[in-house]
């Protein structure tokens, strides 16, 4: 048994990657479904066992191959990266069941293998970015994740997915090429690419060559913000989202961007931080107003989009923006607010699209002006999309509540109230997006889509219904949530100079 | 009797109406066994608060449930006599109203009646979270699911103008809280590093009178419920809702749940003495005069019935911020009796006004001529919840502004005395001249004005009738038999 437990981060990535290719040769859409839902069903295992061991215990540090660091690959795992694991193989989990028939009905029969070994390279990938401690290995899973989205996209129905899957492409090769630019002139001043290595050189590095370290720090800030969707760097995030298929959409909605902004906490906190004292770098100078700008422009965006996975879309610029702005308060509670966000947006998303995807599923369509009462024949879905949507506003007894109450308290202890007004005030436009759905799906007469539509069958039902119930219960019971990215919060800012 | 411990008492008034809610879908296509279930959780409520009362009154603050939800923050319940006193309201009125509902809605022939009675059961759950609410953050989490359950009750009707009003009710209520009220409580969450709420307050010396003053602004605008101009408009425009509606909760449930958070926010979180020695509340004063003046003036011209008794609230329930803004004791007492008056007196004038909507099909004050003999029953309890609008013995309105009054002119603050007393002639203005027309005025024959006019009706369904009668009762029994609410109003203020 020890010989397992001390390969867990080794496992963690091992096996969705075999997995994916396996999954390419079972050629039956049925049967890479069921191989790829056993395949991800692994992976919240040995990411709960690690959190447990991070939380009693203290940071587990695996060597890949046996090389000790920093020459060799060290996969790291700290309660930070335990977290966003446990959170991306976990909501991936609960998404499964959903997938066969969302994927039957919208990808051939021919290439519903072939989705699922992409799904699955693509959950490699951010569990890899997520469980490295190397700056280029993070790059190599980036570029892994990101190359099975662009196919993932690209499997969209609609023929616009194509131009989707290419504009991201394009965007997503440019965030990757300066990341990598980035890594690289880190790399010449340490003359090291282990996070924790290159963190513990930056001091005396940055008093030699103050130029190109603050360069890496502008190539691996703006490279990360394309692929996290910084606004105004998301302008590929809203088509990737509408016309990828449903539970695609849901799975990166729900995991892609929250690893990215993995990636720019680690890199911020733990490589820069510990080295140079964040104030002196203009880390927070541009976090404010795109965070803000994204928090209303996005959010008015979402108003008037009246295609719904678009809207959900520009919704999540938004919501991003808030995850951001705990970043640039850089104290305790915004910090916690900025992790638990990230935490509770995924569930929330993951609920939202899930229940989109299901009335693709029945009614064809998600164009809000052809979806009037949908909320009756669809009770149980649309209901789920309310909740899920107060959560989203930041209802109180909800989970968006908890991120909402961390950053005004952080935005108060700043002494910033101006910016604790913003954040109360920009989501009351996510009442708007959300209420103007309410408006047509319940007291609008029934349209012809949605007329024989029905809840969908229970394996789609009861994701939704638990990432739904989840939305709720976290504003409830936070322990798993606030309580960890508390403790999250305060070791990444403990470590700071 | 069976006696149970009161702490298991709230437990049950906190669930029982959320059963109520779960249950009732179940009935769908059973009507009467689904009127029935709501009849049966309604009056299992009652009971249930009914049977609190005496521990309230010997002095037991009896406490349930206390979940952390993050440090600071805790959804716990506590009952103190003030939430007593509007539990006991809303639960009574509740089962009365339920009564009057299965007559309005059958009468009527509205829609989606399963999803109506689901939405009033929870509104119901939500207030009894309001009540017995031991800080302000279960308080703000009960006040939220309030605004929520209410707004598909205003937009029932799914018409354009239901629809705005929705529009219009969930952006100012929701609005309000989030950007007034809830930075409000998380400073005050600063200021004290407490939100429970506490006898004397909990910000005594922890800042600035004006910082208090900022912070009571945020308060009182941001507890858009108790419709502070110029914050009142979603509730006239609220009226569109079916009558039982308008009438439990926009003249009892949501709007006194309003004025109530006001009133405890002032008594439990500022502390009465606290405010009155800073000088930060009379501002209030003005505010609040302001709309009961400006309220009742509006009121006059209105023509629409249920318009008018909507002004009228408006400017009613600024009574009620006004008692709490003249911070004395006294005048707090009267604050929480005139909570109760006035929900007995207004849920009678709006029974009377859905059972003509019922009866007649007429909704403007111009068409009720002669509507009295016709009607005798109806029109005689509006008269009685007319009176005691206006604030007239025998009847309950009279005892609130007693108190008010008393309290003002103890403190010597004449500017409360001319509002009161000037708005009690704006109140007779715009109400007398309704009775007056209803008895004494002849029905216009037929040929007049048409056919409809002369339409043949009696009263409403007899639900109807049975409900206006018992809160017109009610109204004159609170005069004669002031007891419970004075002892609690006496308790709350510690008396």
Redesign the interface.
Known sequence: MNAVTAQLPALQVVIPLLGAIIAAFLRRGTLAWAWAALITALTPVIAFAQLHQVWTNDTISYRMGGWPPPIGIEYRVDLLNAFVLLLVSLVSTIMMPYARRSVAHEIDGDKQAWFYCMYLLGLAGLLGITITGDAFNAFVFLEISSLSTYVMIAMGRDRRALVASYQYLIIGTIGATLYVIGVGLLYLVTGSLNFADIGTRLAEASAAYPRPVLAGLAFLFVGISLKLALFPLHVWLPNAYAYAPSFATAFLAATATKVAIYLLLRIVFSVYGVAIDLNTLPVSTVLYPLSIAAMFIASILAVYETNLKRMLAYSSVAQIGYITLGIALMNQAGLTGSVVHLFNHALIKGALFLALGAIVYRAGTIKLDDLGGIGRTMPLTFAAFVFAG?SL?????TAGF?SK??L??GA?DAGL?PI??LI??S??IA??YI?RAV?VA???PIASAPANAKDPPLMMLVPILVLTFASIYF????ELS?GVASRVAETLLGGLK | MLAFAPESLVIAALTIPLIGALLIPLFHSAPNARESVTLATAGALTFTVWSLLPHVLAGARPAAID?A??PG?N?AFSVEPLGMLFALIAATLWLVTSVYAIGYMRGNDEPRQTSFYVCFAVALWATMGIAFAKNL?TL??FY??LT?STY?LV?HK?NGE??RA??IY??IL??TS??LL??AI??T??LAGTLDFTSGGILNGKTTPFALCALLALFAFGIGKAALMPLHFWLPAAMVAPTPVSALLHAVAVVKAGVFTILKVVVYIFGIETLAYAGSGTWLVYAAGFTVIAASLVALRQDNLKARLAYSTVSQLSYVILAAAILTPISAVGAAMHIAAHAVSKITLFFAAGAIYTAAHKTEISELAGIGRRMPCTMGAFAIGAISMIGLPPTAGFLGKWFMLSGAMQTGQWLPVAIIVVSTLLNAAYFLPIVYTAFFEREPAAHAVGAEAAHEHGEAPLPIVIALIFTAAATIGLFLFPEVPHALAKLMVGG
Request: aromatic share 16%.
């Open positions: 107060m506003m930041g209802v109180p007894g908890i109450y961390y005004i308290v108060l109230w604790a007004f109360v005030a989501s009351l009442l708007v209420g408006e319940y007291f609008r504003g409830i019971d936070t606030a | 979940i939800v993050v923050l959804i953050f703000f989490i939220e699911i929520l598909p937009a799914a239901a629809i929705g529009r969930l952006l929701i609005g989030m950007v809830l930075p998380a400073w969450w600063v």
